[in-house]
């Protein structure tokens, strides 16, 4: 079955470290997107995608970085992880011409 | 600024009562209205969505209310059950120019009691 899939699951590390959250989709969707969501912020675009070599800056995309050089993976780099990026991060996808979106089961990510 | 307000932020329902959760818009371009519902330690899932030419939607229980004018939208969930116990999200996108992008509102955390 097609699906997405988003690792590590759990990831703990310290300020100004590097970090990649990976993303992975089976359904060769052309549009991916990560979320971060917070307590009371609900869901917050961070970049999205809509096809090989194409990037977006979404809503809250500041200390965040992503590359898309295939079409089943978009991965999420924080460039120098802080304490405000403590989050749990999702990443989804979709078909062109279709609204609905399919999230993978969270990263929760802790910056120390 | 906060695109889509949700309310309310919980939300607790006796076992075959009504669970109704509010949302309103500010942008009148939207024209795609979806509801997602979360369970702990899962991704959102798409629950059932509305397009503003219609002013309501039933899939089973679940019923989506639109109110263009007022820019308002709820949802209620009919006989709630305890597995019906979740988090639920509105959102909102420019559906018709494709871009795919959501505004989620801040989300609602459902218990219904048994």
């Known amino acids: 079955d097609a699906e997405i899939t988003q690792s590590p699951r759990h990831k703990i590390t310290e300020t100004g470290r590097q970090v990649t959250l990976a993303c992975h989709q089976t359904w060769n969707h052309n549009n991916m997107f990560w979320y971060r969501q917070d307590l009371g912020h609900g869901l917050r675009l961070i970049h999205y995608?809509?096809?090989?070599?194409?990037?977006n800056k979404g809503e809250v995309s500041d200390g965040y970085s992503v590359s898309r050089s295939n079409t089943e993976d978009l991965p999420l780099t924080l460039e120098s992880a802080a304490s405000s990026q403590t989050s749990v991060y999702f990443c989804?996808?979709?078909?062109?011409?279709?609204?609905?979106?399919?999230f993978g089961p969270g990263t929760r990510l802790l910056v120390l | 600024q906060q695109q889509v307000k949700q309310s309310p932020q919980s939300l607790i329902v006796q076992k075959g009562g009504i669970s109704i959760i509010n949302c309103a818009y500010e942008n009148t371009a939207f024209d795609y209205f979806p509801w997602y519902q979360q369970f702990p330690g899962k991704g959102p899932a798409l629950l059932i969505a509305i397009r503003p030419d219609v002013s309501e939607k039933k899939e089973g229980r679940f019923t989506i209310s639109f109110n263009k004018s007022a820019k308002q939208f709820s949802l209620h969930i009919m006989d709630s059950q305890p597995g019906d116990s979740a988090t639920y999200f509105c959102?909102?996108?420019?559906?018709?120019?494709?871009?795919?992008?959501?505004?989620f509102g801040q989300g609602t955390t459902l218990q219904v009691k048994p």
């Open positions: 989804a996808s979709s078909e062109t011409g279709q609204e609905t979106q399919y």
């Open positions: 995608s809509y096809g090989v070599q194409d990037t």
């Open positions: 959102a909102a996108s420019r559906g018709s120019s494709n871009t795919g992008k959501l505004i």
